[in-house]
């Protein structure tokens, strides 16, 4: 436990990736297998990019009954279901070894027409009852899952009041590596999770993790919405 900025919380810091990949597996497995012993079930919000899918592996490896265990990511590019941007797909192919785990789509196989968050709102009705744990990642600009700053979308999916889990943000500008509207939960319903970690590489992103915790909590810096809040504390896996 240490205190940064005005947040105390915990840092997890790992020497190298194979070793943060190591620590994230592990502490899923474990909030997991304590959901199934408590609960009979689990279910998971995890981050899309890059950054976590080594880890994603060697969860997908533990043995487990996977049946009971249902996964979602926290933010869909609106594309095609075998789309190469698309989270969910990249998470099936990370999660092949565990047999019948389940996958919940927030965007339609087919992504036709204009994006909007009604197919997502659908399937999180069965998913009332908090996440056993969700898995956050944070790009340059501070965004997490599609809370993207400065972006129409983002004061719906920010704002407790708003009506609704899921929320369509279109990042501006499009980010070129996956240049898409967006289906993202929003920020309550992420919060609302036995467990929040975020999972962080890299000198550049600790740089912005402690310029966020420094700064006061802003919409400018999405990340911040999450950290600065006590009531929800968030652990943080870091490697260089
Ligand atoms: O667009 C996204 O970016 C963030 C960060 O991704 P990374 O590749 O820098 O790890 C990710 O957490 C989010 O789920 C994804 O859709």
């Known amino acids: 436990m240490e205190s940064r900025g005005r947040v105390r919380g915990v840092l997890v810091e790992c020497p190298d990736a194979g070793a943060f990949a190591a620590a994230l597996a592990s502490r899923l497995g474990e909030l997991i297998d304590r959901a199934l012993t408590e609960r009979g079930r689990a279910v998971l919000a995890l981050a899309g990019g890059r950054t976590p899918f080594a880890a994603y592996r060697l969860l997908a490896a533990q043995a ?12 869909e590019r609106w594309v095609d279901a075998d789309h190469a941007h698309r989270n969910e797909a990249e998470m099936r192919r990370a ?4 047999s019948g785990v389940h996958f919940v789509p927030l965007v339609p196989a087919k992504a036709d027409g204009a994006p909007n968050a009604e197919f997502a709102e659908a399937r999180l009705v069965d998913l009332d009852a908090p996440f056993d744990a969700v898995v956050l990642g944070m790009g340059g600009d501070a ?4 809370l993207f700053p400065g972006s129409p979308g983002l004061d719906s999916a920010i704002d407790p009041s708003s009506a609704g889990s899921a929320f369509v943000v279109t990042p501006q500008p499009l980010p070129p590596e996956a240049p898409h509207a967006r289906i993202t939960l929003g920020l309550a319903r992420l919060k609302r999770s036995h467990a929040r970690i975020l999972g962080i590489t890299g000198d550049g992103k600790r740089k912005v993790w402690q310029s966020v915790l420094d700064a006061e909590p ?6 911040g919405l999450f950290l600065h809040d006590a009531a929800a504390p968030v652990a943080v896996y870091w490697s260089p």
């Open 64 to 75: 487990r009954d996977w049946s009971r265990v249902s996964l979602l990511a926290t933010d």
């Open 95 to 98: 999660f092949e070894a565990a």
């Open 143 to 146: 965004h997490t899952a599609s």
């Open 218 to 223: 802003s919409a400018d810096r999405p990340i």
